[in-house]
Nanobody, 129 residues
Framework: QVQLRESGGGLVPAGGSLRLDCIVS????????MGWFRQAPGKEREFVAA????????YHTDSVKGRFAISRDNAKNTVYLQMNSLQPEDTAVYYC??????????????????????WGQGTQVTVSS
């Protein structure tokens, strides 16, 4: 069993920055590819970013490229999402998730939430205009 706990959300003015942390506990954390997703009010949950178990491969959705960056520190069992130049449309609950083991680490796999087997409770990010 794997547990994920997000932190770092909050209220920030447009143009500001936040860093979300996802602490992972449980067995064999380092073998999981990890992702971040978000769900805005009244909308479906969507992919934000993902990275492979060693951080060598990363993917970001087009709307956050150049502003957000996913990374991980396996020594600390933590995945990060650095968010810069935040905009009101980034307001959402942000979730981290662990990819189901054994799946190919390709963009088509890592960007689909149905392939993620463990999820955190989410952290709220609110960007004021």
């Amino acid at each position: 069993q794997v547990q994920l706990r997000e932190s770092g959300g909050g209220l920030v003015p447009a143009g500001g920055s936040l860093r979300l942390d996802c602490i992972v506990s449980g067995r064999t954390y380092t073998t999981y590819a990890m992702g971040w997703f978000r769900q805005a009010p009244g909308k479906e949950r969507e992919f934000v970013a993902a990275l492979s178990w060693n951080g060598a491969d990363t993917y970001h959705t087009d709307s956050v490229k150049g502003r957000f960056a996913i990374s991980r520190d396996n020594a600390k069992n933590t995945v990060y999402l650095q968010m810069n130049s935040l905009q009101p449309e980034d307001t959402a609950v942000y979730y981290c998730a662990a990819l189901s083991p054994g799946l190919p680490l390709k963009q088509q796999t890592m960007t689909r939430q149905i392939n993620y087997v463990y999820w955190g409770q989410g952290t709220q990010v609110t960007v004021s205009s």
